[in-house]
């Protein structure tokens, strides 16, 4: 079964970039300690960044993320999806209007204009290709940015929600949760390793 997985890092008071993030500083000013974990050696980080992105059969962003990602600082072959721990899911970008052009050509990017359940549906149908295609249960992962992720959350479209949970205070930047309506979680697991705590929650349907 697809399951719809919401997966980011964030800080210790709820940041998930620091201050004045831009394509040219896609995390912010301190931003880049949210993700120690996912470049870390500790084994045990290694393992869970491994098993986490083996499941993604396709992946879900908003277009400042895209934007991000997409330019001439952003991903390149050591620091694309997955840290290198994974291949090359499907992307699908959530935005108003397609970009006139797209650096990572080698990425299968799809644009969907039409909203962001549009874009999780989606997502679901490559990611449910991807399992028939390699014999394996895939998901759908909400890679980000923070918005996109609470949007998706608010409009009951997640199953699961992971928590990369930084030892960092950032004071400022792009907050993960900015209201909505109040959400049940059950949690699943909690994992600390030396640079992270890793929290999965399940979340429960109103």
């Not at 300690?33 to 870390?40: G, I, M, R, Y």
């Not at 997409?70 to 291949?87: I, K, L, S």
């Not at 990572?104 to 990017?109: A, K, M, R, V």
């Amino acid at each position: 079964m697809t399951r719809i997985i919401a997966d980011i890092s964030v800080s210790l008071d709820g940041f998930v970039t620091g201050p004045d993030p831009g394509p040219d500083s896609g995390l912010g000013a301190g931003g880049e300690a949210l993700h120690t974990w996912a470049f870390s050696d500790d084994p045990e980080d290694r393992r869970l960044l491994r098993e986490a992105t083996a499941r993604s059969g396709a992946v879900v962003l908003g277009r400042r993320l895209f934007d991000v990602v997409d330019a001439p600082n952003g991903w390149d072959d050591t620091t694309g999806y997955g840290a290198g721990e994974v291949g090359k899911p499907a992307f699908v970008v959530v935005t108003s209007a397609p970009p006139q052009s797209v650096r990572l050509t080698d990425l299968d990017w799809t644009f969907v204009t039409t909203g962001l359940p549009d874009a999780v549906d989606a997502a679901r149908e490559r990611a449910e290709e991807a399992s028939s295609r390699t014999g394996r249960d895939l998901d759908v992962i909400l890679m980000g940015g923070g918005a996109t992720i609470g949007s998706a959350l608010e409009a009951g479209l997640v199953d699961t929600l992971t928590l990369h949970l930084a030892p960092v205070v950032l004071g400022a930047g792009t907050p993960l949760f900015t209201g909505g309506a109040p959400r049940t979680l059950a949690q699943r697991s909690v994992t600390s390793t030396s640079t992270a705590t890793q929290l999965t929650y399940d979340v429960l349907r109103q």
